[in-house]
């Protein structure tokens, strides 16, 4: 397994997980059809998305399943984390 392969698709699995919650965010202020369409354009995506991957290399897989899984806690982590306020 070779450990760059791995480190580049943990990389490549969280942006995958950040595009994707950033556009059903976006498409769930949507209207109802266009909400409707827009979830199942990017289901299929996804659907082909992991296909793809999963005909790789397990190093592939493994990182690709390694950046997606961290990614949600640490986005949350991140999102959490008291701002400093600015002095003027």
């Known amino acids: 397994m070779d450990v760059l392969t791995v480190l580049a698709l943990a990389a490549f699995g969280s942006t995958a997980y950040l595009t994707t919650l950033s556009a059903v965010k976006w498409l769930n202020?949507?209207?109802s059809r266009t909400k409707v369409a827009g979830l199942v354009v990017v289901g299929m995506v996804?659907?082909?998305f992991v296909g793809t991957i999963a005909n790789a290399s397990e190093s592939v897989v493994i990182g690709f399943i390694v950046g997606a899984g961290i990614t949600p806690p640490v986005h949350?982590?991140?999102l959490q984390r008291p701002r400093p306020v600015a002095s003027s």
Do not use: D, G, T, V
């Open 76 to 78: 949350r982590w991140i």
């Open 46 to 48: 996804l659907c082909a």
């Open 29 to 31: 202020q949507q209207a």
